[in-house]
T-cell receptor, first 117, second 111 residues
Framework: GAVVSQHPSRVICKSGTSVKIECRSL??????MFWYRQFPKQSLMLMAT?????????EQGVEKDKFLINHASLTLSTLTVTSAHPEDSSFYIC?????????????FGNGTRLTVT | KQEVTQIPAALSVPEGENLVLNCSFT??????LQWFRQDPGKGLTSLLL?????REQTSGRLNASLDKSSGRSTLYIAASQPGDSATYLC??????????FGKGTRLHILP
């Protein structure tokens, strides 16, 4: 079945550094990928929609200069947390629809646990 | 703006019991609704996907129903097992392709 691979699964970084998270669709092409953030005991919150070959669409309240998204190919989207702060510590998950259209199931990566010290 | 609510927020039941998790959404103009399972610190596992034209889907001991007009979905788990302990999330796909999640129900099955 369709698989989305997310890397790394865990990362610890120091304040002020940048961290890149990769999301790959392994056996299908994803023109769109979604990035979510989840704080403890809270729901997944959509951060941005990554579109292959064009700019990402950010949700209200998400700083696009802080959370840089690149979707350079049909199988890879990256989220870079720039100048990370402790409050950015969270669980980040990417997802991709298997195909275009409303009937397509959504596949998720296993998530990245980011801890900023 | 679509809002998704899950009740209860947490639930503990003895092993073997049947149980129902509830999900409600405010905008009935949806494409589909999906139920996920999330284990602590892990990603999401898709359980069932119900298209807007469908009323229910079944997979093993799981049955999900959808009443789009009333904005409700239920996830029925039969003969619960300790391995069913997890957080269950419902997510609604709208016409803008955005997926809106509920806050989840933390389920604990008592051995």
């Amino acid at each position: 079945g369709a698989v989305v691979s997310q890397h790394p699964s865990r990362v610890i970084c120091k304040s002020g550094t940048s961290v890149k998270i990769e999301c790959r669709s392994l056996d299908f092409q994803a023109t769109t990928m979604f990035w979510y953030r989840q704080f403890p005991k809270q729901s997944l919150m959509l951060m941005a929609t990554s579109n292959e070959g064009s700019k990402a669409t950010y949700e209200q309240g998400v700083e696009k200069d802080k959370f840089l998204i690149n979707h350079a190919s049909l199988t890879l989207s990256t989220l870079t947390v720039t100048s990370a702060h402790p409050e950015d510590s969270s669980f980040y998950i990417c997802s991709a629809p298997e195909s275009r259209g409303s009937n397509s199931p959504l596949h998720f990566g296993n998530g990245t646990r980011l801890t900023v010290t | 703006k679509q809002e998704v609510t899950q009740i209860p927020a947490a639930l503990s039941v003895p092993e073997g019991e049947n149980l129902v998790l509830n999900c409600s959404f405010t905008d009935s103009a949806i494409y589909n609704l999906q139920w996920f399972r999330q284990d602590p610190g892990k990603g999401l596992t898709s359980l069932l996907l119900i298209q807007s034209s469908q009323r229910e889907q079944t997979s093993g001991r799981l049955n999900a129903s959808l009443d789009k007009s009333s904005g409700r979905s239920t996830l029925y788990i039969a003969a619960s097992q300790p391995g069913d302990s997890a957080t269950y999330l419902c997510a609604v796909a709208g016409r803008d392709d955005k997926i809106i999640f509920g806050k989840g129900t933390r389920l604990h099955i008592l051995p």
